[in-house]
């Protein structure tokens, strides 16, 4: 019971509560593991429980409609199963284990109990239910709808550049750069995580530069194998919610080619054990951007996208003049009938 309480502590969820509240609902939790690839909860499925991830990742999907596909990638640390406490039901998406999955699970009916006996821990609780419920909403990509269903913690990172401080939410994994630019060039609204081909392509370019500079030694192995499976964990469709500048916007694409770096820079440095923002040991611009420029890198991602968009393009031409022909082949039979 110890080692849940201690994990509960450490969650921003429910570090505000009172130690002996705590207590009892670490006394409720119990521990769990699945393998990868089985299911934590299905769409449908009666709202039970709350889970607190504590090693690997779960992926959550929505499985019908035009929201169809996924959602969110969650990790250590982080919750799901929450929207029980707003309202009992049915889950509307579908949590998978994408590894073997450890996880503390918790009845949403202790919590619900804490609730109901005291305000103060309602408000504590819930209050920190709807900063996740806005910073979730907020980095998720906004290419499908159902963003509704999924949550996010909200505190702070101290960043700095040359031209000051500024404080970046914690759980985003661009910085600083690419805050400023999402403040400066704030001009149509639509970022670009809308253009998953062009997300993808500055992740290869990335990728690209950094097998280059290992194979001369201008970077260390550690570093450089890090930053590629960032890489390749966004080509797979990972963390396109963290690409948060505007698709129009000054200087040539600068402030998307740092938001490629420092999404890359910091989801390396988690792979490497150090906390989002620890520049140090790996660093958007000596390290993710290292050898190149966005005069580079931008155009060749540009052309990339354009050139996968293209070939999607042709396989569902290609789909839909083979539905067609079937369609039209069974309609001559009926025809001739």
């Known amino acids: 019971m110890k080692n849940i309480l201690d994990r509960l502590k450490s969650c921003e969820v429910f570090s505000g509560l009172d130690y002996e509240i705590l207590r009892r609902i670490a006394e409720s939790g119990r521990p769990g593991s699945l393998r990868a690839g089985e299911m934590l909860f299905s769409r449908g499925e009666s709202r039970h429980s709350l889970f607190l991830l504590l090693e690997g990742q779960v992926e959550i999907r929505v499985e019908a409609g035009d929201a169809a596909g996924q959602l969110l990638i969650l990790g250590a640390g982080e919750i799901l199963g ?30 619900r109990r804490e609730i109901r006996a005291d305000a103060e821990t309602a408000t504590t609780l819930l209050s920190a239910l709807s900063r996740m419920m806005v910073r979730r909403l907020q980095y998720s990509s906004s290419r499908r709808k159902g963003w509704d269903l999924i949550y996010q913690p909200g505190t702070t990172r101290r960043e700095h550049d040359l031209l000051g401080e500024r404080d970046v939410p914690q759980d985003a994994l661009y910085g600083i750069q690419t805050l400023r630019g999402a403040e400066n060039f704030a001009i149509t609204g639509i970022p670009i995580a809308h253009f998953p081909h062009l997300i993808r392509a500055l992740a290869m370019v990335k990728q690209a530069a950094v097998r280059a500079n290992l194979q ?25 919610g963290h690409f948060v500048v505007d698709v129009v916007q000054g200087g040539a694409g600068t402030s998307t080619n740092m938001n490629a770096n420092e999404v890359i820079a910091n989801r390396a440095l988690e792979l490497l054990g150090h906390p989002r923002g620890e520049y140090e040991h790996c660093h958007p611009n000596n390290h993710v951007n290292l050898s190149q420029s966005t005069n580079d890198a931008y155009p060749t991602a540009v052309r990339l996208a354009v050139i996968m968009k293209q070939r999607d393009l042709g396989h569902a031409l290609e789909e839909l003049a083979e539905a067609l022909q079937e369609r039209a082949e069974a309609f001559s039979g009926v025809l001739k009938m």
């Open 216 to 240: 001369l030694n201008l970077i260390e192995p550690e570093i450089a194998g890090a930053i590629d499976r960032a890489c390749r964990e966004i080509i797979e469709g990972h963390w396109h």
């Open 82 to 111: 929450e929207a029980g406490l707003l309202g009992e039901g049915q889950h509307s998406a579908t949590a998978r284990a994408l590894s073997d999955l450890s996880c503390i699970e918790i009845p949403l009916e202790a919590l």
